[in-house]
């Protein structure tokens, strides 16, 4: 979305859109839709997956210098009210564009391309105009209810300064809608063209706007004082929550050359009968379903956190820590939904179930493998990596210690997240639209109720912890849900064989964190650094045991998917 807080989850992890890597992100939602590629079409596939590669791993590098400034700059209270001001332009943006746009919009936008004697210039332009205006006309609905919806996410509990300091944030921050609703079609156009590397290189320019605002921020009004809901001053919301809004604009500017690229000229044409609005609507419907019902989630995890105390880790902490939980997602999970769906979609088009069955359950026990370790290094050095992260200005060692312990929890969150998106996009393959939003009925309740229910039992120092562990229980919940309807759709899913391997992997990542755990104990700051230089020599030396470890009990358990690797590798070495 913004390089802020929120982003859209509804788009593929190859360049299409709006998929905005390197912004800080916050959602709740399970795995999102995987939905249909818009083919390139400059003959240049691999160039192009390399460079959105490049951009990926950039953006998510300087998304995390930017989450550290964030909170360097506001510390805790205020960061977190700045935070749940973050979350409203992304779930409005989800309900109004998110979704529709890539299930549904970018599908349209390339069949038009191929049937329009135009290659569908003049349908692009009506529904660009159309979607302008609609836009426009939200973001000035929801800027002027601004304090109505702030109120749904902070109650009284939370205290009148913290409130009103979200809606201050909010006027400033809700006019991002507009400008993501225009950066996401834009980034569609271009996509649908062949051209992928701008909307994937685009929010860099948005987080260092941001980076550099959050400078301005530390030079000008200085890290010693404690900032408050209550003592921060005007001009000090004035700089973060427009300097924000400026992120955004350059972003969506920024794409503007591109467009000029691939010979697509923006005139404004108003025909909105002409765009088969009814049918748009029709085909949307499962996913504003989808949306929908994650939204309230969003909202209802929002509302839990501001009223979990100033001391407690809050949103702030609970956006951190989600933000590298997908990130280890991104880089495993994604890539591997992304090589075995083309084969599972072919496979589905020609009734070869067998198939699908075979390619889903290699993707689990691969995604699983591949994870292990990265869930070993997140539980075991969890506050090492929170240390060196976000530690600084206004975050002190106790908050990022803090932070730690939330990331402890997602780590069991990651493994459930991967499986359960992968067998998410086997239904999409198999056309099953519907079926995934009827899941995501049950999945959505088990995780508000699981919300409250650790709201209710756990202190409030934990709340951000309990919250990613209804998260994580929502995603186990909807793995096997999936998995037993899948079982029924397409049969037999050698689940005897993944199983096998779960338990192989299972044992190769406890014997490493066994080990990690020892060796940890035994080095500066005994697993609890107090700076960045502990945190550094435990992550280094952690990291190199977790590997090793795994990596030598794997193979020695014969787990099929190390072995694989390790070989290709060693082939890779020896050329």
């Known amino acids: 979305m913004n390089g802020g807080l929120y982003r859209s989850k509804h788009a ?38 390399a460079i959105m590669a490049v951009g990926s791993l950039v953006s998510r590098i300087i998304g995390f210098v930017r989450n550290a400034l964030i909170g360097m700059a506001l510390g805790g209270a205020v960061g977190n009210a700045y935070t749940s001001a973050q979350f409203l332009p992304g779930q409005i943006y989800e309900l109004l564009l998110g979704g529709v746009l890539s299930s549904v919009l970018i599908p349209l936008l390339v069949r038009r391309r191929k049937s329009d004697a135009d290659g569908g210039e003049e349908f692009t332009r009506k529904l660009l105009s159309f979607a302008v205006v609609m836009l426009g006309v939200a973001t000035v609905l929801v800027v002027a209810a601004a304090s109505l919806i702030t109120a749904i996410q902070a109650s009284g509990d939370a205290g009148n300064h913290y409130r009103d300091l979200v809606t ?38 948005n987080n260092i706007v941001v980076i550099a605002v959050c400078g301005v921020f530390l030079l000008v009004f200085g890290a010693e004082k404690e900032l408050t809901p209550e003592n921060i001053s005007p001009a000090q919301i004035a700089l973060m929550g427009g300097g924000t809004l400026l992120g955004m604009v350059v972003q969506t500017v920024g794409l503007l050359p591109a467009l000029r690229k691939v010979g697509f000229r923006w005139a404004w044409r108003w025909d909105p009968r002409s765009l088969g609005l009814r049918e748009i609507g029709n085909l949307a419907g499962w996913m504003l379903c989808y949306v929908a019902a994650n939204q309230v989630a969003v909202f209802a995890v929002v509302r839990i956190l501001n009223d979990s105390g100033d001391d407690s880790p809050g949103a702030l902490a609970f956006n951190n820590v989600f933000l590298l939980m997908m990130m280890a997602h991104g880089i495993i999970g994604v890539s591997v939904m992304t090589a075995l769906l083309p ?64 990331l402890t929890v997602a780590a069991f969150a990651v493994v459930p997240l991967s499986i359960s998106f992968l067998c998410t996009n086997a239904f999409y393959a198999l056309q099953g639209n519907k079926t995934v939003a009827l899941i995501n009925l049950p999945v959505v309740a088990v995780r508000i109720g699981a919300y409250f229910a650790f709201a209710a039992i756990l202190d409030e120092a934990l ?15 909807s793995a096997l849900i999936s998995l037993s309807v899948l079982r029924r759709r397409i049969g ?39 700076g960045r230089i502990e945190a550094i020599t435990q992550l280094a030396v952690g990291g190199v045991v977790i590997l090793t470890v795994y990596l030598s009990v794997a193979l020695l358990l014969r787990v099929a998917e190390v072995s694989q690797v390790v070989a290709m590798v060693r082939r890779k070495i020896s050329r």
């Open 492 to 530: 037999r899913l050698n689940l005897g064989s993944v199983f096998a391997a779960l338990c192989k992997v299972t044992v190769a990542a406890g014997v490493a964190a066994g080990v990690a755990l020892l060796v940890v104990r035994l080095l500066p700051g005994s697993g609890a650094p107090d």
């Open 168 to 205: 201050n944030f909010a006027y400033l921050i809700l006019p991002i809608i507009f400008f993501t609703g225009v950066s996401a079609l834009i980034g569609a156009v271009l996509n649908v063209r062949g051209h992928f590397a701008a909307p994937m290189w685009a929010p860099i320019l």
């Open 463 to 477: 709340t951000a912890a309990g919250m990613t562990a209804a998260n994580g229980i929502s995603y186990l919940l």
């Open 12 to 49: 593929a992890p190859d360049g299409r859109p709006p998929m905005q890597e390197g912004v800080t992100v916050v959602s709740v939602d399970g795995p999102a839709p995987g939905e249909e590629r818009a083919p390139s079409e400059d003959g240049s596939t691999t160039g192009q997956s």
């Open 343 to 406: 084969k599972m979609s072919a496979a589905a088009a020609e009734g070869r179930y067998a198939e699908i069955s075979e390619d889903l359950s290699r993707g689990i026990k691969l995604v699983t493998a591949a994870l292990a370790p990265i869930v070993v290094v997140y539980a075991v050095l969890s506050d090492p990596i929170a240390v060196f992260l976000f530690q600084g200005g206004r975050i002190t060692n106790a908050d990022a210690l803090a932070m730690g312990t939330v």
